[in-house]
């Protein structure tokens, strides 16, 4: 696979239009698939390596038609993606097996080498790629879930305090609300605390929309402004 890690490497082109030349180029495409997704950077589009054999990748599709099949297979893909990542969760799938079988329903659903090459690109352009397994989660019932909210109303209340307290450092956050949950003695309430904790966190942190950024700017724009009038 040195081969295809140098060519993820220095590759010039679209992503898109990669993928599909591996497919057409390689045989072995679920190994080739497999490999991608887990070393795939897409940080390495921001800093490209420039090399004098650098492999200019031909166009196979345009960004209008990448427009146009996400529009018709972007649901599908994501679909048999999240479905996978759930089946291996639980245990239905062993997780070396995990790609094999996720490239085996791309075959079977898509039948075109442009339909499979696109299913690959949007595949490792997902945030949930390369694949990561934790485990099975845990769930319960509404009913379940609002029994420990109260049962752990304290431990709560706590967490809230911690939250709404201004410390200097991270770690002094982190060390309380970690001293919190060891307060807990079963594994449901501890998640169940952590589940409102991430909740309250969420709602603490400001929602940063165009509207804010742009206004924003403006005012930034306008001090700048200011300062070449007063010179």
């Given at each position: ?21 591996l ?155 970690l001293?919190c949950?060891?307060?807990?003695d ?36 306008e ?9």
């Open positions: 696979m040195e081969e295809i890690k140098k060519l993820l490497d220095t590759f010039d082109g679209e992503l898109y239009n990669l993928c599909y030349e497919l057409e180029k390689y045989e072995k495409s679920q190994e080739i698939f497999e490999f991608v997704c887990k070393n795939y950077d897409a940080s390495d589009e921001d800093n490209p390596i420039v090399e004098d054999d650098s492999l200019s990748i031909k166009e196979y599709f345009t960004e209008d038609e990448i427009e146009e099949y996400e529009s018709i297979y972007g649901d599908i893909v994501d679909g048999l993606l999240y479905s996978n990542i759930k089946k291996c969760n639980l245990g239905l799938i062993e997780e070396k097996n995990f790609y094999k079988t996720l490239w085996e329903s791309y075959c079977t659903n898509f039948s075109t080498i442009k339909e499979r090459a696109f299913a690959f690109f949007y595949t490792i352009i997902d945030n949930s790629i390369p694949y990561v397994y934790l485990g099975k989660p845990l769930s319960m019932s509404d009913q379940r879930f609002k029994d420990l909210l109260d049962k752990n109303k304290a431990n709560i209340e706590k967490i809230k305090f911690i939250l709404k307290s201004s410390y200097s450092q991270r770690t002094e956050r982190a060390s309380l609300l001293n949950l060891n307060e807990i079963d594994y449901e309430s501890k998640v169940v605390v952590l589940s409102k904790a991430i909740s309250l966190f969420n709602k603490e942190r400001p929602v940063v929309t165009p509207t804010v950024v742009e206004d924003l700017l403006k005012r930034i724009d001090k700048i402004k200011e300062l070449e009038e007063s010179e």
